[in-house]
């Protein structure tokens, strides 16, 4: 969102490099094949693309939120208890982002790139899309600058919170103890990925689980999890796994009947997609399954 944000998470990218590599010797000493070359490959692909178009996106949105901050609500003091505050509001705007971008076809088509892997390890956390910023992700920021947090500050603590989440994309880390209650841990992670019955459209957390328990989204991890979409896409290449969605929704929207149908394919629920007649959509929609399989 801002160059700040892209530092942080460009700063700590070997620290990232060097977790996915160990998690792929370990993996590989085990015999067990959760890394490909082809998977890694359009992830990695799919996170350079991602940030070269924050950095497009970084000037303006930062201005909005300068034009915001100037009728913030509170002058809050750069002092711990701020800083506490800023990282409980701010994960839990997160929380309402992600849950949008499972439930509002709009930003789907931008996180599904994210859910479009049969693989979860640590490399998936790179597994991003470049149009978040035409989703419209940002508008979950603006709140926390009207209250009184500056931008910097607000897009640190995105950059972080997305750090954090880097290592709940993982495997090898099994359940872990009391930590499970309150925070969003890999095992939680692994359910919000999976497609299994009783694990879609949950888990939504950033850092603390608290927000799905407290919004009735929780799912403990029961069974093993099948991960992906419902109907997978097949493909390495990054820009289908960036623009499929985004086309499928195009030619639903062009092919509803009347305004109101077509702001349904554009903003209602995933699961309302007229294109049931795609390969990759087809069931879910006369099912009405949710698309969104994360
Ligand atoms: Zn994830
Ligand atoms: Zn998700």
């Known amino acids: 969102m801002s160059q700040s944000s892209n530092f942080i998470l460009l700063g700590l990218a070997p620290v990232f490099l060097g977790c996915i590599a160990l998690e792929a010797w370990y ?3 085990r015999a067990i094949r959760s890394y490909s070359w082809a998977d ?3 992830n990695a692909t799919l996170a350079l693309m991602q940030q070269a178009g924050s950095l497009l996106v970084a000037a303006p949105l930062l201005l909005l939120m ?4 100037a009728h913030r609500l509170f002058d809050l003091p750069p002092a711990w208890p701020t800083l506490a505050l800023l990282v409980v509001t701010q994960d839990l705007a997160y929380y309402w982002q992600h849950r949008a971008s499972h439930r509002i076809r709009w930003m789907w088509a931008s996180h599904v790139t994210h859910h479009s892997s049969s693989r ?8 991003q899309s470049l149009t978040y910023p035409v989703s419209g992700v940002w508008l979950f920021s603006l709140p926390l600058v009207w209250i009184g947090f ?9 950059a972080l919170n997305l750090a954090y989440q880097f290592f709940v994309h993982t495997e090898v880390v099994g359940h872990l103890g009391w930590l499970e209650a309150v925070m969003n841990t890999p095992s939680h992670h692994r359910v919000h990925h999976a497609s299994n019955d009783g694990y879609l459209d949950r888990n939504y957390a950033g850092i603390f689980i608290v927000w799905d328990r407290l919004f009735g989204t929780f799912t403990p991890e029961r069974e093993r999890c099948v991960y992906g979409l419902v109907h997978p896409l097949h493909s390495h290449n990054p820009l289908w796994l960036t623009f499929h969605e985004w086309i ?7 092919h509803a009947r009347g305004v109101r149908s077509r702001l349904l ?11 049931s007649a795609a390969p ?9 399954t949710p698309l969104s399989a994360r």
């Not at 979860?120 to 956390?125: E, Y």
């Not at 394919?265 to 294109?275: C, H, K, T, V, Y």
Request: hydrophobic share 40%.
């Open 27 to 29: 993996l590989r000493r």
């Open 120 to 127: 979860l390890n640590l490399s998936t956390a790179f597994r």
């Open 150 to 158: 500056t931008p910097t500050q607000v897009v640190a603590m995105g």
């Open 248 to 254: 499928a929704m195009g030619r639903d929207a062009g």
């Open 66 to 69: 300068q034009r915001v901050h």
């Open 280 to 288: 990759t959509d087809a069931p879910a929609a006369a099912e009405q």
């Open 265 to 275: 394919q554009l903003f209602g629920p995933p699961e309302r997609a007229l294109g």
């Open 40 to 42: 890694v490959g359009s």
